[in-house]
């Protein structure tokens, strides 16, 4: 009947596709085509958080068994992100909010210079679209590093959102949970293991 059992998305009233939608996705096409011919190269920007109230459903248990996981209230752990299409990952990690100038900050750092056209994919997220962030699109366009605004609602056009759902229910160990401290090492491990220990096949 051409279903399958998997997660429904949440949403607010009222959300659903931009007017735009079709043409951007149809632009970030072309990019993604000539990232692969090496004219340009392709990132994908996006934040996250993670506590010690675990995010994993799921998971091979004994018939009749129910294992536990250790969850208790905890401040956020906030990893700002730039993952590249062919599995490169750039993190930043805080206990602090990402606010948009650290987001700016952090695009001045990781794209000082560039060998070739460089394109950030980021979606509406108001750290993206503060004074601080538009405000620096202009230098940074005179250095060939540039922004591409995703349409609203649009989390399925943003690669880097397949990483923290990896992340978040497959790759994070349940130990992770037991101490902020734990938590805060299996978040990095996974971080420095991108690419080699944790991949993900971007077909």
Not at 43 to 69: C, H, M, N, R
Not at 77 to 88: D, E
Not at 134 to 141: N, P, S
Not at 145 to 163: A, G, H, K
Request: aromatic share 14%; hydrophobic share 40%; glycine share 6%.
């Amino acid at each position: 009947m051409h279903m399958s059992w998997h997660r429904f998305r949440r949403s607010l009233p009222g959300q659903g596709q931009s007017p735009d939608y079709a043409k951007k996705r149809y632009a970030l096409e072309h990019l993604k085509q000539l990232n692969q011919a090496g004219v340009i190269d392709l990132y994908y920007l996006d934040e996250a958080g993670f506590s010690l109230e675990p995010k994993v459903p799921y998971g091979w248990q004994e018939i009749g068994q129910y294992e536990p996981i250790a969850s208790q209230r905890s401040q956020q752990l906030n990893v700002l992100g730039f993952m590249h299409r062919a599995g490169r990952l750039e993190s930043y990690v805080s206990e602090q909010s990402i606010t948009g100038a650290v987001v700016a900050h952090c695009l001045d750092t990781y794209f000082a210079t560039v060998a070739i056209p460089t394109v950030i994919v980021a979606d509406q997220a108001p750290v993206h679209r503060c004074r601080a962030v538009q405000d620096k699109r202009a230098e940074w366009a005179a250095r060939d590093v540039y922004l591409f605004d995703l349409p609203s609602y649009s989390p399925e056009l943003n690669l880097i959102e397949i990483l923290w759902r990896f992340m978040k229910y497959q790759w994070i160990e349940f130990s992770a949970y037991e101490s902020w401290q734990a938590l805060v090492y299996g978040v990095e491990k996974i971080l420095k293991g991108f690419g080699k220990e944790f991949v993900i096949n971007f077909a």
